[in-house]
């Protein structure tokens, strides 16, 4: 009888694993990739979760697209599953989603080591003007005021840097500004995804032009401007070139969703 208890022990061990785990009545039924993987996506390692010794990764920057699905019928991505403990990195084993493991301080690493952050600025800042510092994937974070020259970051090793370099090099992350009590604004992004629709179309033997600004003017490498479009979060959509001239977009939002383009400067050189 103590042999059958203990199997039965383990199977249902095994179930809470395969079927998906239980928490505030959420059972996981399924985890799909509910994207054409055909569709390019932006080739940059994205952190879907982290514990004390390592951050778990996705190859391209694709969590939104990991549908987990509970037997309620609701609905959420991974990331958001992982970060509210409704889902382990166990479910997305069990469900095939592959994912990268990267120790966070390798012994052999020049990896930093964040020991504080501070906010120098004292009242020294009186402007009103909010200053943006840093965006990701889903947000722009801005200061209540330009202040960001102020506030240093120490590392174990005795070194220190600005807070915008430091973001800017990965050694810290805006949990860290969240950790060390440093305020600030997250806008969420209207913006979810640029893509380049290679299939529909195009005369792939000419330039085109799309943009142009103070300093540049700005080219695809061929007729594409009708075939890349940008879909916003309310799931309206509309052509990159229209986007930029309404300035639902920037440049740099190109850059970010991996848009090819080339610049050409509009400046006179002098004699």
């Not at 990739?33 to 390019?40: E, H, L, R, S, W």
């Not at 382990?88 to 052999?108: C, Q, S």
């Amino acid at each position: 009888m103590k042999l059958l208890s203990g199997l039965a022990v383990v199977l249902f061990l095994l179930c809470l694993v395969s079927c998906g785990r239980m928490e505030d009545g959420l059972t996981v039924a399924d985890i799909d990739y509910v994207k054409d993987p055909d569709i390019d996506i932006r080739p940059c390692h994205e952190v879907i979760h982290e514990d004390e010794d390592y951050f778990y990764t996705l190859s391209n920057l694709e969590s939104q697209y990991y549908i987990v699905t509970y037997a309620n019928g609701e609905t959420q991505n991974i990331k958001e599953a992982l970060a509210e403990g409704n889902i382990t990195l166990a479910d997305l084993d069990v469900y095939g989603v592959h994912y990268g493991k990267t120790e966070k301080n390798p012994a052999d690493s020049e990896s930093k080591v964040v020991e504080r952050i501070t906010d120098h600025s004292d009242g020294q800042v009186v402007l009103t003007v909010e200053e943006r510092f840093y965006e990701d994937y889903s947000h722009i974070y801005r200061f209540g005021c330009p202040i960001s020259q102020y506030i240093t970051v120490t590392y174990t090793d005795g070194t220190e840097q600005n807070v915008k370099d430091a973001l800017l090099d990965g050694h810290i992350t805006v949990a860290d500004l969240d950790r060390f009590g440093i305020s600030y604004f997250a806008e969420p992004k209207l913006i979810k995804d640029i893509i380049y629709h290679s299939d529909r179309g195009g005369d792939p033997d000419a330039l085109e032009g799309f943009y142009a600004d103070e300093s540049y003017a700005y080219y695809f490498p061929s007729i594409r401007s009708s075939v890349v479009i940008v879909y916003y979060r309310d799931g309206t959509e509309q052509t990159v070139k229209e986007a930029l001239a309404e300035g639902k977009v920037r440049i740099s939002d190109l850059d970010w969703f991996g848009i090819a383009y080339y610049k050409e400067s509009r400046q006179v050189p002098a004699n």
